[in-house]
């Protein structure tokens, strides 16, 4: 039973990626504008990724800190140093 099903899910796969080849293959003007982040180099999209991971990480602490601050009652004090 769990061949049928691998079988069936990876001919599925398989008539998808198809169908994504010819759509791809059907608007080749619209190629030009991810050819165009190529030439930014893989290391400045990292960079900019990271760095935007690091800004959105600090901005949800603060946002995190915030919200405690705001509902802590003295229970909650106890908890956050207990451990």
Do not use: C
Request: proline share 2%.
């Amino acid at each position: 039973m769990v061949n049928i099903f691998s079988t069936l899910i990876g001919a599925l796969h398989e008539s998808r990626r198809r169908q994504a080849v010819q759509i791809i293959r059907g608007y080749p003007h619209l190629l030009h504008d991810i050819v165009s982040w190529k030439g930014l180099g893989v290391k400045s999209l990292i960079t900019a990724l990271v760095l935007g991971f690091g800004i959105l990480h600090v901005i949800g602490g603060t946002m995190i800190d915030h919200a405690r601050a705001a509902h802590a009652g003295p229970s909650a004090a106890v908890i956050a140093q207990g451990d």
